[in-house]
């Protein structure tokens, strides 16, 4: 079974501008989780989205944002681009209840 | 909103040597997440627990749920463990808080 892919691996973007993140989970995976990980605060839960539907989502602005479609790819959106959000983003999926989670390699957003 | 501390911060080991990495949470949580991430990023799900003790392989997850309190146990370290280990308490809601992680180094 192939992994959770993410697309792009790498990605520089000046501030003001939004970008789109893609997630594509193991196959048979409805539940797609996204996190951010930086230097200074470690990982941090962005949202997670099960059979389309967005089920929780972490403390960060409305600049953040999600979807999940009905082949359980997901995307993240940040629109309005500041300096601190370069990090390292990560999705994850699982089964969809309270399970193993399996990680992406990342998309690794450089902010200028 | 639920505290995740872990400590060491920071663990060099010798080969061979017997490892452990503690977890505490604030709250009640429904599972326990131990996670490993190797330099380049890429994160592994080591265990996930919500009661007892589970092993694999050389690894070894134990957790008091009246504590809130886990470990992560390393036995007969290798370089191969070097890597930044994670707690993560996830609250049933699929929601996981995240400790800072524990730096581990094996030396040859």
């Known amino acids: 079974k192939a992994g959770v892919t993410q697309t792009p691996r790498y990605l520089i973007k000046t501030r003001g501008q939004q970008v789109t993140l893609s997630c594509s989970p193991i196959?048979?995976?409805?539940?797609v989780s996204w996190y951010q990980q930086t230097p200074g605060q470690g990982l941090q839960f962005l949202f997670e989205?099960?059979?389309?539907?967005?089920?929780n989502k972490g403390n960060f602005p409305g600049r953040f944002s999600g979807r999940q479609f009905s082949n359980s790819r997901s995307e993240m959106n940040v629109s309005t681009l500041e300096l601190g959000d370069s990090a390292l983003y990560l999705c994850a999926s699982s089964l969809g209840g309270e399970d193993t989670q399996y990680f992406g390699p990342g998309t690794r957003l450089t902010v200028l | 909103k639920n505290e995740v501390e872990q400590s060491p911060q920071n663990l060099t080991a010798q080969e061979g040597e017997f490892i452990t990495i503690n977890c505490s949470y604030s709250?009640?949580?429904?599972?326990l997440h131990w996670l490993q991430q190797h330099p380049g990023g890429g994160i592994v799900s080591l265990f996930m627990?919500?009661?007892g003790k589970k092993k694999h392989g050389r690894l070894i997850a134990t957790i008091n749920i009246q504590e809130k309190h886990s470990s992560l146990h390393i036995t007969a370290s290798h370089p191969r463990d070097s890597a930044v280990y994670i707690c993560a308490a996830g609250a049933g809601s699929y929601q996981l808080t995240f400790g800072k992680g524990t730096k581990l180094s094996v030396i040859p």
């Open positions: 627990l919500s009661s």
């Open positions: 196959s048979g995976h409805r539940s």
């Open positions: 989205y099960f059979s389309e539907t967005q089920r």
């Open positions: 709250v009640g949580i429904s599972a």
